[in-house]
Every structure is written in structure tokens, then in C-alpha cells.
């Protein structure tokens, strides 16, 4: 174990460990307590049903105080994530509190899975499509779920 | 673990530190005389970049253009990236075929960065032994 790491951030991963979220799984690197291997499985009902989704997830020296830095490492289709990954969530951004945890983050990614917003796009073309033929949109990301984010 | 006894040693891991990396190199550096992004925007292992330096002035490289690839590998940054002129020149630390010789041009450890070795490497065509040395027709690639 590091030693000084903040006590919050122990506290944190102690509950994520013994009380996960579910469909989320959440564990430290061997090497960097700050670092986390996320496997999130694509909510029920949504594009990304059945597929399985790498992300990775950071706190930053500054965190709590600062939100967590995450990332999808699998390929997937949706108007608020970007093709390297990069997430479109308020939360993460200008709407981060010190009140919010790991976990919080982790239901909203999840919560972004099952309803996406393509009105505060951050993929332009993807958010573009999921407007101008919605229908369409959906069947790509089913599409691109089966390919990139399900287990031969 | 931490080596420092007790005290917490932030280390960003690679793909984040490549993201800050990127950030940084899209809002860009300066005088502009340095660019740098990747080659392809949907690379998610953010590999695979590309850069431009431009000569500097007063030198035998002024108002060239120098394209390079670069190579950010799974060890990055702990391992420094594979640099290489795509422009041939005629600089120490390059070799016959555009390969930079990283050590040629930093003391490389895991807080440099891309743009730390493009600097340093535009900073040495202004050394008196590289800025008269004679150089390939201008534009003329490996």
C-alpha cells in the first residue's frame, strides 16, 4: 500500500470493493492506487446492451478537490464520448464537487450509456446523426457495440 | 510503490499523461514554431503522431519545413518516444535515415515530454557546430 495516500481515496476504494456498483466494475492498479481498471457493462435497454466497455480512471493530485480524469478504452458510438474516449459529462467538468465520489462518477457514465444527449454533443458528426436520423444512429452503436465491445 | 517513504507520489498514468500531452499541443505551443497532434484523431492508443518544426532563423535550417513522425509507445513516458525526420537533414543526433538519437538531445525521464525533445531539437540546429552545416535540397524526404 502507498503509504500517504489520502485517506478519503482508501475510504473509497475500501467501499467500491465491498459494495460495487452493479454492472461496474472498479479495480486499483497494482501499481498506482489513483489508477483504475472500470469494466462497465452496457446498461439493459440501451445500444450498448451486451457489450462490455473498458474505461480507465485517474485521480488527480488535486483530487477531491478536483474531479477524476476518465476514459473509454473500448470503441463505442455515442454523441458524448469522443473517438479517443473522452467523455462529455458535466460532472466531470465544470459541475464537479468535492461531494461527488468514484462511484457517483462511475452511475453517471453508466446513466450516459442508457440515455445519451446529442444536444451537448462532443462527438459532432455522432450527435449530428443521432438528431438527423436517431434510428440510424441507434443501429450503428449496436453495430459498433457487437464489434468493439463484445468478447469473441 | 512509493520510493519517497510515505509520501504520496502522484504518477499520471500514460494515457492520461498523453491527453494532457495532447491538450496542450491542440490549444498550441508559442511561437507556432513548433505543431504537433496525431496522426489519425480516432488512434485510442494515441501512438501514432506526427509534428512540424520550423528552422529557425539565422541558421542553415531558416524557413524550412521539417516533418516528423513520432512514436509514443505503451512505455511512455518512463521510455522515450521513436523520433524520426520524414524532411531529410543534415543535423547531429540524426541519423542517415531521419532516426533521432533521443540522447543526442535530452537527459530523457519520465516528466519530459514530445514537445520537450521537438524543442531541444530545434534548439540544437542553432548550436555553432549544426547552424552552418550543409544541408539535402529543401523539401526532400527519407
Given at each position: 500500500?502507498?503509504?500517504?495516500?489520502?485517506?478519503?481515496?482508501?475510504?473509497?476504494?475500501?467501499?467500491?470493493?465491498?459494495?460495487?456498483?452493479?454492472?461496474?466494475?472498479?479495480?486499483?492498479?497494482?501499481?498506482?492506487?489513483?489508477?483504475?481498471?472500470?469494466?462497465?457493462?452496457g446498461?439493459?435497454?440501451?445500444?450498448?446492451?451486451?457489450?462490455?466497455f473498458k474505461?480507465?480512471?485517474?485521480l488527480?493530485?488535486?483530487?477531491?478537490?478536483?474531479?477524476?480524469?476518465?476514459?473509454?478504452?473500448?470503441?463505442?458510438?455515442?454523441?458524448n464520448?469522443?473517438?479517443?474516449?473522452?467523455?462529455?459529462?458535466?460532472?466531470?467538468?465544470?459541475?464537479?464537487?468535492?461531494?461527488?465520489?468514484?462511484r457517483?462518477?462511475?452511475?453517471?457514465i453508466?446513466?450516459?450509456?442508457?440515455?445519451?444527449?446529442?444536444?451537448?454533443?462532443?462527438?459532432n458528426?455522432?450527435?449530428?446523426?443521432?438528431?438527423?436520423n436517431e434510428?440510424q444512429?441507434?443501429a450503428?452503436?449496436?453495430?459498433?457495440?457487437?464489434?468493439?465491445?463484445?468478447r469473441? | 510503490?512509493?520510493?519517497?517513504?510515505?509520501?504520496d507520489?502522484?504518477?499520471?498514468?500514460?494515457?492520461?499523461?498523453?491527453?494532457?500531452e495532447?491538450?496542450?499541443?491542440?490549444?498550441g505551443?508559442?511561437?507556432?514554431?513548433?505543431?504537433?497532434?496525431?496522426?489519425?484523431?480516432?488512434?485510442?492508443?494515441?501512438?501514432?503522431?506526427?509534428?512540424?518544426?520550423?528552422?529557425?532563423?539565422?541558421?542553415?535550417y531558416?524557413?524550412?519545413?521539417?516533418?516528423?513522425?513520432?512514436?509514443?509507445?505503451?512505455?511512455?513516458?518512463?521510455?522515450?518516444?521513436a523520433?524520426?525526420?520524414?524532411?531529410?537533414?543534415?543535423?547531429?543526433?540524426?541519423?542517415?535515415?531521419?532516426?533521432?538519437?533521443?540522447?543526442?538531445?535530452?537527459?530523457w525521464?519520465?516528466?519530459?515530454?514530445?514537445?520537450?525533445?521537438?524543442?531541444?531539437?530545434?534548439?540544437?540546429?542553432?548550436?555553432?557546430?549544426?547552424?552552418?552545416?550543409?544541408?539535402?535540397?529543401?523539401?526532400?524526404?527519407?
Open positions: 500500500m502507498a503509504g500517504g495516500l489520502p485517506r478519503r481515496i482508501i475510504k473509497e476504494t475500501q467501499r467500491l470493493m465491498a459494495e460495487p456498483v452493479p454492472g461496474i466494475k472498479a479495480v486499483p492498479d497494482e501499481g498506482n492506487a489513483r489508477y483504475f481498471h472500470v469494466i462497465v457493462e446498461p439493459a435497454e440501451s445500444p450498448f446492451e451486451g457489450g462490455t474505461l480507465e480512471l485517474f488527480p493530485e488535486e483530487y477531491p478537490m478536483s474531479a477524476p480524469k476518465v476514459r473509454f478504452m473500448t470503441k463505442i458510438y455515442h454523441p464520448i469522443d473517438k479517443l474516449g473522452r467523455i462529455c459529462l458535466d460532472i466531470l467538468k465544470d459541475k464537479w464537487s468535492p461531494a461527488l465520489q468514484i457517483t462518477v462511475l452511475l453517471s453508466q446513466a450516459l450509456l442508457s440515455a445519451p444527449n446529442p444536444d451537448d454533443p462532443l462527438e458528426d455522432v450527435a449530428e446523426q443521432w438528431k438527423v434510428a444512429a441507434i450503428t452503436a449496436k453495430q459498433w457495440t457487437k464489434m468493439y465491445a463484445t469473441g | 510503490m512509493a520510493a519517497s517513504g510515505g509520501k507520489t502522484v504518477v499520471v498514468p500514460r494515457n492520461f499523461r498523453v491527453l494532457e495532447l491538450e496542450k499541443a491542440r490549444s505551443y508559442g511561437d507556432g514554431t513548433i505543431s504537433l497532434g496525431l496522426e489519425r484523431n480516432d488512434d485510442m492508443t494515441m501512438s501514432h503522431w506526427q509534428a512540424m518544426i520550423l528552422g529557425p532563423p539565422g541558421t542553415t531558416d524557413n524550412r519545413m521539417y516533418s516528423l513522425r513520432i512514436h509514443a509507445g505503451e512505455n511512455y513516458p518512463r521510455e522515450a518516444p523520433v524520426r525526420f520524414l524532411t531529410k537533414i543534415n543535423l547531429e543526433g540524426v541519423d542517415s535515415q531521419g532516426k533521432v538519437n533521443t540522447s543526442n538531445f535530452i537527459n525521464n519520465y516528466n519530459c515530454s514530445i514537445y520537450m525533445l521537438l524543442d531541444q531539437i530545434r534548439k540544437s540546429m542553432r548550436n555553432p557546430r549544426n547552424k552552418k552545416s550543409s544541408q539535402p535540397p529543401d523539401g526532400a524526404t527519407y
